[in-house]
Nanobody, 120 residues
Framework: QVQLVESGGGLVQAGGSLRLSCAAS????????MGWHRQTPGKQRELVAA???????NYADSVKGRFTISRDNAKNTVYLQMNSLKPEDTAVYYC??????????????WGQGTQVTVSS
């Protein structure tokens, strides 16, 4: 199995910054994509940002120019640098990873989520 452990959430004032981290461990052959989603009560989980193994990135329009996703392949870790935070960024943030657990098996794993709260 593969475990994803997130850290770095918390409470911050509008305009502030936070950095989320997510480390993957366990039965990992390689990792294709890693990403961050977020969810607020009553709403569907939405993509925030994703990065694949070659470094290509994808961002939600609402965070472009404010958030930066990066990864350390040697540490199987993905980061999300969040700047200029807004109250509407408040959500539980989940990381995920597409992991090749054997030569032929790729599975999607999720972290447990970390709360980000932005006060106005």
């Amino acid at each position: 199995q593969v475990q994803l452990v997130e850290s770095g959430g918390g409470l911050v004032q509008a305009g502030g910054s936070l950095r989320l981290s997510c480390a993957a461990s366990g039965r990992i052959f390689s990792i294709n994509s890693m990403g961050w989603h977020r969810q607020t009560p009553g709403k569907q989980r939405e993509l925030v940002a994703a990065i694949i193994s070659d470094g290509s990135t994808n961002y939600a329009d609402s965070v472009k120019g404010r958030f930066t996703i990066s990864r350390d392949n040697a540490k199987n870790t993905v980061y999300l640098q969040m700047n200029s935070l807004k109250p509407e960024d408040t959500a539980v943030y989940y990381c995920n990873a597409e992991v090749l657990t054997t030569w032929t098996t790729m599975r999607l794993f999720w972290g447990q989520g970390t709360q980000v709260t932005v006060s106005s």
